[in-house]
């Protein structure tokens, strides 16, 4: 009689390449996260480079610098375009400005870079966690 060889996948190496996967899953995923986070940091210092171009425009036209985010007419109102970042004005006066993107969302979770801060001599920074160099791109 003659025997037939089985085709198909044995439980063992099933496993195998499930453990496989899961090792790469584990690895790329934490890249992946912090890839994503990059990504929408960049949303926040936009929001606050147009915001400071308003401000600018704003103390032309009013000879001094509003302390109201709606008066700057932004293209989202006080939220960047996707909603991850919050703009403020902490300080506003007829010689300086300070302007606060702040974390809302799922990016409040970025532990790696805080709130971005900018003001009217052009100076970033970050608070809660990071440096403006590691964070500012």
Known sequence: MRKTKEQGFTLI????????????????????QESVLRSRRVEGQSLLSE???????????????T???????????DKSE???Y???????SATGYSL????????????KCGDFTLDDTGKKDVEDGGTAKDCWR
């Open 86 to 92: 919050t703009l403020t004005i902490p300080t506003a």
């Open 51 to 65: 915001a400071a171009a308003k401000q600018e425009r704003w103390r032309a036209q009013n000879g001094s610098y």
């Open 13 to 32: 190496e099933l496993m195998i390449t499930v453990a496989v996967v899961g090792i790469l899953a584990a690895i790329a995923y934490p890249a992946y």
């Open 82 to 84: 996707n909603g991850y």
């Open 67 to 77: 302390s109201t985010v709606s008066n700057l007419k932004l293209a989202n109102a």
């Open 100 to 111: 606060k993107a702040t974390r809302t969302g799922p990016q409040a979770n970025d532990k």
